[in-house]
């Protein structure tokens, strides 16, 4: 199994970089790629990262599902590139995964995908989402095959939530108690 993470400039660190410990700790497959037309990224905390892939050379298909970071890369550049609603409309209607995290839930809200679902985000976007059920109170929301969290403060629990999305809770379970040493 592999899961396609999208970066930007700016997107916050802990949201990327804890969901993919959690996930890679579980032997899932995380490609991190670039929508930036380079592959040095810097992160919200000026971080340079150099990621091994652009968005053009991934195909969608060799994926089970896509994770947004937030950060202000969220809501600064994701909503200006087009690729960004093709990839999240790719995944919805194919019914994989959707993950997305803090600020970056408002890009899959405000395409319709929450209508008639529960969801969270970061308090302020809200108002950016087409109908649903926003659960402020909540810091990950999962709803069929769409997963939302909070803030950065949640990024392992989000990304527990993805891996027990394809694998259960037993084995979620185990996955927590070896990430706790026991």
């Known amino acids: 199994m592999k899961l396609l993470m999208l970066i930007v400039d700016n997107f916050e660190d802990t949201e990327a970089i804890g969901t993919l410990d959690v996930l890679k700790r579980g032997n899932i497959e995380v490609d991190l790629v670039s929508l930036m037309g380079r592959k040095n990224i810097i992160t919200k905390t000026g971080l340079n ?97 769409f997963i939302t969290a909070k803030s950065m403060y949640y990024s392992l629990e989000f990304g527990f939530s993805i891996y027990e999305y394809f694998f259960g809770k037993e084995k979620t379970a185990n996955l927590r108690k070896s990430c706790m040493g026991e």
């Open 49 to 145: 990262l150099n990621l091994e892939k652009l968005i053009t050379d991934v195909s969608l298909e060799d994926y089970s599902g896509v994770i947004i970071p937030g950060g202000p890369g969220s809501f600064k550049i994701m909503p200006n590139l087009d690729a960004v609603n093709e990839i999240i409309n790719y995944y919805a209607n194919s019914n994989k995964l959707v993950a997305s995290i803090c600020a970056a839930p408002h890009l899959v809200g405000k395409l319709g995908y929450f209508k008639n679902r529960n969801y969270t985000v970061h308090p302020g976007f809200e108002g950016n989402i087409i109908g649903g059920n926003y659960q402020r109170e909540l810091g990950v929301v999962v709803d069929g095959n």
